[in-house]
Structure formats: C-alpha cells, structure tokens
C-alpha cells in the first residue's frame, strides 16, 4: 500500500468536490428540504399530520440524504469516467492497487456522506422546529449507525458506479433509488407496515430500512423502531456485501 | 536503472466487445465457447505473439487497424489481462508484479483520456502527486513540460474544451511528468497537423536520446521509418516480420511494386511477366473477386510499364491500370499479408 499515492487520489477527488461545491449541495439539499417543508410544516401546521411526525420525519430524511449523497459521489464520477472518454485510467496507471482507488472512492463518499448527515440535521432542525424531540440517549451507537449507514451508501455507489453506464442512469434513479427510498421506512416507521405483513417482510432486503430504522432509534428512540443489535448487524452485512461486490465489478471494469 | 520489454507467446481472446481504444474494427473470427450454453464471440486479438525490445531503443509495431498493437500495449501497460503467455517490463512480471511495473513505466492511449475535471496544469500536477513527487518538483517539471509542449497560454483551463491536438500533447506531457524509463505511444501522432507531429518526433528522439525505452504503434511508415530503431509488423495478432525499417524494406523482392489491373484474366501473360529482366515475383491479386489484378515486384519501376504493355497487347489483353510503389514498408506489408496498411 502506498499512501503517498493514496492521499494524492483523495486530494484530487476532494479538489475536484471543492470545484463543484455549490451544485453538489444544490442537488444533495434541494430536494430532502423541500420534503421536510411540505411535509413537516405546512402539512402539519394546516392539521392533516400530527405534530409529532416532525420529529418521526427527520432521522428519515437524515437517512436519505445520506444514501443520496454516497451513491452519487462515487457512482456518478466513476459512470462518466469509466465511459468512452476513459478518464479513470490516469489512476488506474498510478503506482498503487486498483483496488485501492475503489476503496479511496469509498472513503471519499463515505466522508460526503456523513457530511450531508451532519449538514441535514441542523438545517432540518432550523426548518421544523419548534416542535421537534430529540433524545440522543446513546451517542456512541448513533456515530456506529451514522458510521454504517454512510459506508453502506459509498459501497452502494461503487457497485452501482461500476454496473451501469451512462445510458442507464435514468433507470437507475427510477428502478433502484426511488423504490428504495419509497419503501426505505424513511418517512414511516417500519411499524407501520403492519397492515401490509408481506410487504413488511419483503422491504427487509431494502438497506435503507436499516439506516432510516437505526437512525430512528438513536435519535427519536420514544417511536417505534428495529432493534439496535438487528440494525447494526443488518448494516454491517450489506456494507460487507456491497463492498465485496462493487470491487468485483470496479475490477472487472478496469481490466479487460 | 535501464528497462526492456519482453512478451513470450502472448494471446488475448477477448470474449466482451474490446474496449475502443484496443482497436476499432478488428478482422476477428468468430467462434463458438466450449462449455457455455450462451456461445459468446471470440475475437482473437493476439495469437501468440513474443517480442523483445532493449532497453534504450525506440520500438515500433506496424499495422493495420485490429492488428493487436493496442492490445499489445493494453497488456504491457496492465490495463488488459493476457489470456495466454507472459510479459516483463524489466525483471517485472506484467501481471504479477503490476504496482513495480506501473511506476517504470508513461503511457499515451490512442485517444486521449484526459481528466476532464481539471486543468491542464492540474492534470499534469496530480499525476506527479500520484507518482510521489513533492510539490516543488511537480511544480517545476509541470511548467517545463508545459513549456515544451506549448501548452502555457491555456495551462490553467480546464481541458474539456482542448483540441484534439492540445489533449494529445497534454497527454503526452503527462506519461513523461514522472520521467518513465518506458514510454509507450499508441498512435501518436494520429489526429496531429504535420508541424505538431515534428514537433513529437523531435520530443520523442530527445526523450530516447536520455536513454529511455520507447514502443509506439504506428499505421504510418513514415513515421515507423523516421522514428523506429527496430520494428514488428504485425497482422491478425501475429508478428510477421521483424527488424530495422531498413532490413525489411530490403527483404522486399526487387523494392519496387507494380499493382497492375488487366481487362481480363490471362494465366499466361502473367507467367509471360515473369520473363521480363529485372522482374522478381508476379503474384496474382489476393482478392478473392478481382482476378484481373496482378503485383509485380520489380527492381526497376517506370522503366517496365512499356514492356508490361507491350506483352499485354501481344496478348491482346487491355491493360487498364498501373500504380507504381517505390521500395517501403508498405510494399512489405502488401507483401506478405496481400493487403494494405489502410485497407
């Protein structure tokens, strides 16, 4: 392992961050806070949504922003560069593992990640309050989750980065995010499925369960929610997955 | 440390369409996969081809179009895995031994693949950082090279909006910005107006003059004959011929080319060409639907189109076409693979 040339692909993707800083926060913001407006205040000052849903709304929104973020900080740079243009090979050909440069990505989104999860809880916070109940009770497993959730969203993107091209990255958001994040328990509780017991049990291949669920837990614990010991090992396991698949397909990208 | 190039009986099958910059169209046999249901196309890119380049030469491989030049380089470069045989850059192992290889060596793919997120300066700035380099160091080779490549009046714009020209230049500037003992060229200088290319040529002469290692592809004779210490002709992923350009356009029988078209086949006159002094080989066309078509490989050129068409009217057969190739790479291509470089 070289870090030299590790640090050296880090500072180049944070440069590059850096350069786009104003539309990656447009497009990573724009659409979770307009949620938490109409659904947050308007639709809960006007009386349709009980007050407390402010508070079961936010660790969903938390969640969603971070998977957004992860996915498209390592999935969108690697489907344009691994294009006809092939950008990506200048790295390829550094002096270091290529599996390395998928894992410096991963890191790499992993940090957007848990940056967009600590911009949104404020600015979320801001946009709803008064009215909102936190109640951090375990820091330490809310940094685990927190932790978890942007790792399985980084790993996300890389195996969706290295699986589809270009032509396909509308059927991406329209076949795997949206569902995703529709049945990702993200705006309800997992809980409120009851009613829909097949569906309760199929939604549990959905990893966004486990991120909304375990950030429900940590931070609004008085709602109903999975349990931490099922979310942590949920999580870990799909990043595992993840992970292990999305190297599989970067190197089969990389070399042909 | 001086490096070469080695490969022993390399092949490459490529199962999945090859990349682009492995080649456009290549003349590929299709067949069917042993134990899979699915038949996948098999396109034989390289059919055991072995090489050796010293170290401090400058090494071209001639060829068509899906010849396996850019596979050859893919493979050397560790950008394509080998299907069959072996390949050192230095004491390396290509595919064993990738991170020692990779630091030995500057790569300039046939298109250019620039990274399009940053500047020119940029560019060149993070490949010395991914190389290790401090920043004074890549900073001041950054600005030589610049320079060199007359890239300063734009070095601080982003490269998206660059001509073709100006990214392969940059492309260029940036296999050389960690000073590679080896520096692999796929098609230089295809896309370049002639005063660039000289410019290339020039920087390419100066870069193997320190004592680097140079393997570039060409489709061009001119250049394989300008630049080229030695050369391998390669055709379908096979190496044909193999020596300095020099050598093999002697290897040509007689030098000079005659591709004549006649008005109608005649066995006999072909055989009756064969007889005329200074002629060494008649060779019917090799197109399977042009018969009337003859090379004569000659010693003398200009001088025997009279007696060609004297023979041609004692036969009464019209002679309808005549083109005159003086000795070159070309003709040794033509002459052993019945096809030209460009077709």
Same mark, same amino acid.
Request: some cysteine; glycine content about 8%.
């Given at each position: 392992?070289?870090?030299?040339? =590790?640090?050296? +692909?880090? @500072?180049?993707? #944070?440069?590059?961050?850096?350069?786009n800083?104003?539309? *990656? /926060? $447009?497009?990573?913001?724009?659409?979770?806070?307009?949620?938490?407006?109409?659904?947050?205040?308007v639709?809960?000052?006007?009386?349709?949504?009980?007050?407390?849903?402010?508070?079961?709304?936010?660790?969903?929104?938390?969640?969603?922003?971070?998977?957004?973020?992860?996915?498209?900080?390592?999935?969108?740079?690697?489907?344009s560069?691994?294009?006809?243009?092939?950008?990506?090979?200048?790295?390829?050909?550094?002096?270091?593992?290529?599996?390395?440069?998928?894992?410096?990505k991963?890191? =790499?989104?992993? +940090?957007? @990640?848990?940056? #967009?999860?600590?911009?949104?809880?404020?600015?979320?916070? *801001? /946009? $709803?309050?008064?009215?909102?109940?936190?109640?951090?009770?375990?820091?330490?497993s809310?940094?685990c989750?927190?932790?978890?959730?942007?790792?399985?969203?980084?790993?996300?993107?890389?195996?969706?980065?290295?699986?589809?091209?270009?032509?396909?990255?509308?059927?991406?958001?329209?076949?795997?995010?949206?569902?995703?994040?529709?049945?990702?328990?993200?705006?309800?509780?997992?809980?409120?499925?009851?009613?829909?017991?097949?569906?309760?049990?199929?939604?549990?291949?959905?990893?966004?369960?486990?991120?909304?669920?375990?950030l429900?837990?940590?931070?609004?614990?008085?709602?109903?929610?999975?349990?931490m010991?099922?979310?942590?090992?949920?999580?870990a396991f799909?990043?595992?997955?993840?992970?292990?698949?999305?190297?599989?397909?970067?190197?089969?990208?990389?070399?042909? | 440390?001086?490096?070469?190039?080695?490969?022993?009986?390399?092949?490459?099958?490529?199962?999945?369409?090859?990349?682009?910059?492995?080649?456009?169209?290549?003349?590929?046999?299709?067949?069917?996969?042993?134990?899979n249901?699915?038949?996948?196309?098999?396109?034989?890119?390289?059919?055991?081809?072995?090489?050796?380049?010293?170290?401090?030469?400058?090494?071209?491989?001639?060829?068509?179009?899906?010849?396996?030049?850019?596979?050859?380089v893919?493979?050397?470069?560790?950008?394509?895995?080998?299907?069959?045989?072996?390949?050192?850059?230095?004491?390396?192992?290509?595919?064993?031994?990738?991170?020692?290889?990779?630091?030995?060596?500057?790569?300039?793919a046939?298109?250019?693949?620039?990274?399009?997120?940053?500047?020119?300066?940029?560019?060149?700035?993070?490949?010395?950082?991914?190389?290790?380099?401090?920043?004074?160091?890549?900073a001041?080779?950054?600005?030589?090279?610049?320079?060199?490549?007359?890239?300063?009046?734009?070095?601080?714009?982003?490269?998206?909006?660059?001509?073709?020209?100006?990214?392969?230049?940059?492309?260029?500037?940036?296999?050389?910005?960690?000073?590679?003992?080896?520096?692999?060229?796929?098609?230089?200088?295809?896309?370049?107006?002639?005063?660039?290319?000289?410019?290339?040529?020039?920087?390419?002469?100066?870069?193997?003059?320190?004592?680097?290692?140079?393997?570039?592809?060409?489709?061009?004779?001119?250049?394989?004959?300008?630049?080229?210490?030695?050369?391998?002709?390669?055709?379908h992923?096979?190496?044909?011929?193999?020596?300095?350009?020099?050598?093999?356009?002697?290897?040509?029988?007689?030098?000079?080319?005659?591709?004549?078209?006649?008005?109608?086949?005649?066995?006999?006159l072909?055989?009756?060409?064969?007889?005329?002094?200074?002629?060494?080989?008649?060779?019917?066309?090799?197109?399977?639907?042009?018969?009337?078509?003859?090379?004569?490989?000659?010693?003398?050129?200009?001088?025997?189109?009279?007696?060609?068409?004297?023979?041609?009217?004692?036969?009464?057969?019209?002679?309808?076409?005549?083109h005159?190739?003086?000795?070159?790479l070309?003709?040794?291509?033509?002459?052993?693979?019945?096809?030209?470089?460009?077709?």
């Amino acid at each position: 392992m070289n870090w030299k040339t =590790f640090l050296a +692909l880090l @500072a180049r993707d #944070a440069h590059v961050a850096r350069r786009n800083f104003v539309p *990656l /926060l $447009l497009q990573t913001f724009l659409q979770p806070m307009m949620f938490v407006f109409i659904f947050g205040r308007v639709m809960v000052s006007s009386g349709y949504m009980p007050a407390a849903y402010k508070s079961l709304l936010l660790p969903g929104i938390m969640a969603i922003s971070m998977v957004f973020t992860g996915v498209w900080a390592v999935a969108m740079p690697l489907i344009s560069e691994f294009q006809f243009t092939r950008e990506i090979e200048d790295r390829l050909l550094a002096p270091i593992e290529i599996s390395w440069l998928a894992i410096e990505k991963v890191i =790499f989104g992993t +940090l957007q @990640a848990l940056l #967009a999860g600590s911009v949104v809880i404020p600015a979320a916070w *801001l /946009l $709803l309050r008064p009215g909102v109940e936190l109640n951090l009770r375990s820091p330490l497993s809310f940094a685990c989750v927190t932790l978890l959730v942007a790792l399985f969203s980084a790993c996300g993107g890389l195996a969706l980065g290295c699986s589809i091209n270009q032509a396909h990255i509308g059927l991406m958001f329209s076949m795997v995010l949206t569902p995703m994040i529709f049945f990702g328990c993200a705006y309800y509780p997992w809980s409120a499925l009851n009613h829909f017991p097949i569906l309760q049990k199929i939604v549990l291949v959905n990893p966004l369960v486990y991120a909304s669920e375990g950030l429900r837990g940590t931070l609004v614990p008085q709602f109903p929610h999975l349990s931490m010991p099922v979310v942590l090992i949920a999580l870990a396991f799909f990043d595992a997955l993840l992970l292990t698949a999305g190297l599989r397909q970067f190197h089969r990208k990389a070399v042909s | 440390m001086l490096a070469g190039i080695r490969t022993r009986d390399l092949r490459k099958i490529y199962t999945s369409p090859p990349p682009l910059a492995a080649g456009g169209t290549f003349a590929f046999s299709t067949a069917r996969g042993k134990s899979n249901k699915q038949p996948k196309p098999q396109i034989v890119a390289l059919d055991g081809l072995s090489l050796e380049v010293s170290p401090g030469e400058i090494f071209g491989l001639l060829g068509p179009n899906g010849a396996g030049k850019s596979t050859t380089v893919g493979i050397l470069t560790t950008r394509v895995r080998p299907t069959g045989g072996q390949a050192w850059i230095g004491e390396h192992d290509v595919w064993k031994d990738q991170v020692a290889v990779k630091r030995l060596i500057g790569v300039v793919a046939q298109r250019p693949n620039l990274d399009f997120s940053l500047t020119a300066r940029e560019i060149l700035l993070f490949h010395g950082a991914y190389f290790g380099l401090d920043s004074r160091e890549r900073a001041e080779l950054a600005e030589a090279l610049l320079d060199r490549f007359k890239l300063r009046d734009r070095s601080d714009q982003m490269v998206r909006g660059f001509s073709g020209g100006m990214m392969q230049r940059l492309s260029i500037a940036r296999a050389m910005m960690h000073d590679p003992q080896i520096l692999f060229l796929d098609e230089p200088s295809a896309g370049l107006d002639p005063q660039t290319r000289l410019l290339l040529w020039e920087i390419i002469r100066e870069y193997n003059q320190r004592g680097k290692t140079i393997l570039l592809t060409t489709h061009n004779m001119e250049e394989a004959d300008a630049l080229c210490h030695r050369l391998a002709i390669i055709d379908h992923g096979r190496k044909i011929a193999l020596g300095t350009p020099g050598e093999l356009k002697a290897s040509v029988p007689g030098g000079f080319l005659l591709r004549l078209r006649f008005g109608r086949h005649s066995p006999e006159l072909l055989l009756r060409l064969q007889t005329l002094a200074g002629v060494t080989e008649v060779r019917p066309s090799s197109h399977a639907n042009d018969d009337n078509s003859a090379d004569v490989y000659a010693d003398r050129g200009g001088s025997l189109v009279s007696e060609i068409a004297n023979l041609a009217s004692g036969a009464s057969v019209e002679l309808c076409d005549v083109h005159i190739s003086e000795p070159s790479l070309e003709n040794l291509f033509l002459h052993h693979t019945g096809r030209s470089l460009r077709e």
